[in-house]
């Protein structure tokens, strides 16, 4: 682990935050305040941080309907996203966006994405942009295991390889699109990364709900493609801990399976024990982080309530750049 | 008579026609749910809950759960009308046509007629469309006008149980792609549906409230607000005309025309943007042919030309309202 | 002044601006050719001819051939646009939305507006439409009502080498996403092209022909047949004012009005079919907003409600003809 | 070499049927007779002969953009579908469809489709329409090289997979998508085979230009399919002798290469000299029927200029079955 203290704090402080964003999201949704439809990704914050802990602002990443804590990660700030859940004018979006559109193009943050599929190529494109100003940045696209099946997913991979883009497609295999399984849905001869070789990619594997072997596989990736030989693709099992979106039930779930998954798979758990064994980090310090992230989500949805409402001539305001 | 949800009439109707017809057969994305999980399929029966009970009662070769793939969904329904069945494909929401318009605009619609009328293809591809849900930009969208553009495309938009049933009906045993649109807001209505196995011809509008003074067009959640507007006029002594369009292609143009001839003044009511939208269409239909009967400027109530914004008094603001739609019959009637 | 072909006009246009602005870049289905072949880049430069010689001119990071995959080539311009480039990709043909709509019409057409206006999206999308090649129901369509409805884009329609150059100058200079549509039947055609660095402004009709007597109004392919059905009855004593749209989003609809206050007599030729199209969206407008003026009713000369035939003799039957055009105007001015 | 002397020679005239109908298309072309684009398979047909001889009408097909050797070998009507590419009424489709249009269900041949990739979902449709009436029989769908980067063509791999349908990939990699070249455009990590191999499926190659590697090939992934297996693909190394379209100036190909591979890669000459080594025709009976060939050609075009032209009420027919 070469990762300094001041990095350890800063990556177990950005997986707490998205954390208790949709902790806190799940409990005010449930009493009506927040409007759409809201897909939260608690459970997988070791991929989104051990991702962008990587990443500058010049960097670009593409997200997806389960977009939060790509977003976080990304540096977007957490008052401006619940403002814009909550649909204020005050919003990163000015609640034009929602939930499913959060982005923040000066983080280099491109956009969440409702249609499933849809990221990858415009990630491709953020990629060739890259690749023409030659500083070695990156683009990274995020994906689900449902995502992959779409055909906007494989023309994205077979462009970005023929270009040569600076593109990482991430693809974070949580076992479910919606109600139905991986084993189903995907057709593969092994798992997701094998057909991403297939199109002649160089990939990598991991396990999702460890920080570090996210970090660690992703420094490679991106020494990698920043080196200009292409694009890359990784694979990084994962677990979802709410339902597709708020009010699912869930049938789909196998008995105990839930709690299983919080009680093994918890990515913050498992940082926990791994500075705890490794004793970089004392408990004390961390359990700070936890009162003053609970602080700040506290605020940001006390800001987001009191925050202005938009305005029915907001419709038409940002259609084009010029009318 | 019975009494009926919405989504219980789409799922009823296709559940008997299955049982009538081997040659129905359902795909889609988690139309059963829970295929390849601990929890086995059946575990939602389409997120619409227009499909539950299927895979039970008709097993994976009629019941098909698709991966993502909107492209591959209605290639798959168009290859299987092709092939003789008849294929009910969903797509979550109207939105994926996006993804999918290809296979609907240039195969389904145009097999038929580019191979010199010696093939059917009767596909159904249904979807929820439409805005309420503060779904934003990529969730809530209409697109009826876009699809009513295509030859060799019908299109169906039900907005109530019984119509639903008649209409779907009418659907799975014709011979013609149909798209048929069912309004989000509308799948938890509940309205009364006649027994017995009726079907409803398209191209017959439906008379919602009779008047003499305006004629109201709309189609969809749209036909509500005319009627909220209509019921309110109706307290003044104004008195309006709605009409339900059912099914925009084909068009009941007579209906519309026999209205405007009597009432001389003309308000469309469309949930999509205006350009290029079905309500032009159809204040373009007037303005030619009942010209000589137009006592008045005929009037759009439409959303705006933008994106559907997320917020709620954002969307709200976007939609028709009864309000603006009784402020457009007030306008007509107050030409000159 | 000099001499140009449409297709030379477009090609030099982008060009000359990707000398002028690096960030301008080009992308597409052999928009070089013959990359990984033993003859070696610039086989073709567009199948249209017009990205010849931009390959070696500017080399592959700035011309980017693709593999047959226009959800990515679209895609991809959205996400060089919001990276900061300026891109211009090439659907070969305009039939090809059907394959790429997503990223057209939920994507590029709304991030400036989900993202609360904190981005541009400056994705120039050039498209070859139309019919008169006997390509069929393919690769012959009219897409622009479809675009024109869709909020976010804008969409052009140039029918001169002149205006080639200029609207697409303003296309590439702007920070909106465009559809760039260019006329398959026009490409061969010259024209008169004025020196210099000129822009056109979007939203500014081309008055073509004037006349007093009744208003036509066209774009591509379609202006040319109202020309010449102005010209035949321009020798008959009856003036037409030709109205060429340029951009149907923006739509000039002062121009219109302006011209139908005056002639109180419309017709709308579009290549495509009526339902939901420009030819209704014009028509409506002028109902609402020139109804006072209105002496006739409305005419619009469309293609008919089908798919776009293979034979000679089937296509031409399809198309709108200056005959119709004439038809229509004798129409409007016999009426009562 | 299992095939008797009956299905040799219809093998061997199907494949000249299909040579001298492009042959003379290819004249009469350059002449201006015939409207539209037309892309000619001259150079491929013992890929669509191999695959078809295995069918009956009860297997579908469904093919490409250049699909007059696949209408040809499943059994459409030479006069008709030379009437349909010259537009006339009484074509195999009215005159409506034309060369990328040509279509007839009865024969179980799907359709041409002008849409480049659009062919793969509808096959699998077809398939799953099979696999529901349990006889065993399968559908077919061909791709080009530059079709297999076509976001549908992946969607339904993977849809064939999920579901076992009985589908068949036919993968004509003939090198060029228009006027780029495979090595350009295709990324893998092989080829395009193994592209279809990481989705699940099981796969084969074969010369494409040999009817005999083919017929065989075809006879091992028929049996696969028809078992119920679930899907299979097949890729097929061939060669086109004309251009892209009629009229394509073809600068992408090396020098000398047309020659070379009229030479060495003609399938016509290798099925005659593998006939001729292995003693099972004999050139003069196939003289004869290159003759009766070329007779019938001649008809074909005769009836074609002669046939009724359509009307311009035929527009409006056919739009739909009810109006
Ligand atoms: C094109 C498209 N099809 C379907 C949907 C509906 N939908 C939203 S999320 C989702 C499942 C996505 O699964 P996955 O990619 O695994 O992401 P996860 O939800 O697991 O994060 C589906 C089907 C959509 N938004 N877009
Ligand atoms: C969706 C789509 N994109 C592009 C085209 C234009 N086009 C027609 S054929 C072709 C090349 C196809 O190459 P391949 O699949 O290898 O088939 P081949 O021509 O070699 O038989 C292209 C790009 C099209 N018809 N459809
Ligand atoms: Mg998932
Ligand atoms: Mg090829």
Known sequence: ??????????????????????????????????????????GQEAVAVGVCEHLDASDKIV???????????????VDGMMKEIYGSREGLCNGKGGSMHIADVDKGMLGANGIVGAGAPIAVGAALSLKLDGQGKVAITFSGDGACNQGTTFEAMNLAVVTKAPCIFVFENNHYSEHTGFEYAVGTNKDIASRAEAFGMKVWRADGTDFFAVYETMRDVLEYVRDGNGPAAVEF??????????????????????????????????????????????????????????????????????????????????????? | MTKMMYRDAVRSTIFEEMQRNENVVVLGEDVVGGMGTAGGPEAIGGIWSTSTGFYDAFGPDRVIDTPISESAIVGAAGGLALAGKRPVAELMFADFIGVSLDQIWNQIAKFRYMFGGKTTCPAVIRMAYGAGFNAAAQHSQSVHHILTSMPGLKVVMPTTPADVRGLLREALRGDDPVMFLEHKMLYGVEGEVPDGDYTIPFGHAKLTRAGEDVTLVATGLMVSRCEAAADALAEEGIGCDVLDLRTTSPLDEEAILDSVEVTGRLVVVDEAPQRCSLATDIAALAS?????????????????HSPIPFALELEQ?????????????????DWR
Chains 1, 4 share one sequence.
């Open chain 1, 237 to 323: 099992d994962t677990e979802r801990f709410f339902g597709h979106f708020e009010g699912d039930p869930q049938n789909y779930r196998g008995k105990g399976e839930l709690e299983r998954i919080r009680a093994e798979r918890d990515c913050l758990t498992n940082f926990r024990q791994k500075v705890a064994d490794a004793k970089l980090l004392e408990g004390t310090v961390l359990d700070a982080i936890d009162e003053e992230v609970l602080d700040q989500i506290d605020a940001a949805v006390d800001a987001a309530r009191a925050a202005e409402r938009p305005q029915a001539e907001d419709v038409l305001t940002n259609v084009y750049v010029t009318y």
């Open chain 1, 1 to 42: 682990m070469q990762l300094s203290r001041e990095e350890l704090l800063q990556a177990y402080r950005r997986m707490k935050v998205i954390r208790e964003f949709e902790e806190r999201l799940h409990v005010e949704i449930a009493t009506g305040q927040i409007a759409g439809f809201t897909h939260l990704y608690c």
């Open chain 2, 317 to 333: 603001a976007y939609l028709p309202s009864a309000d603006k739609v009784q402020a457009a019959v007030r306008k007509v009637l």
């Open chain 1, 63 to 77: 997200s997806t309907h389960r977009g939060h804590g790509h977003c976080l990660a990304k540096g977007c700030d």
């Open chain 2, 288 to 304: 030619e042919k009942a010209f000589a009967s137009l006592r008045a400027p005929i009037q759009m109530v439409t959303a705006p």
